[in-house]
């Protein structure tokens, strides 16, 4: 199965850049090009980044992907 999460983070220090790593090392791809936009009522400025992970199984919508790939939340 192939998998897709839409990883997001406030731009604040390196923490969008930390969690797009740590799926990286957790053997995610990068999926696309990332994005940014600015929140109208905040101010702070929003990341976006697109993965995907090929995953031995079935997809199944009833189980969340962190029970899918056994890693974190999802």
Request: hydrophobic share 25%; aromatic share 6%; glycine share 12%.
């Amino acid at each position: 199965m192939q998998l897709y999460r839409l990883l997001t983070a406030v731009d604040e220090g390196d923490a969008f850049c930390r969690k797009v790593t740590r799926a990286l090392n957790d053997g995610w791809t990068l999926y696309g090009s990332p994005t940014i936009s600015v929140d109208p009522t905040t101010g702070k400025t929003i990341c976006a980044q697109g993965v995907t992970k090929v995953q031995d199984g079935h997809y199944s919508e009833k189980e969340r992907l962190s029970q899918q790939t056994g890693k974190g939340d999802g």
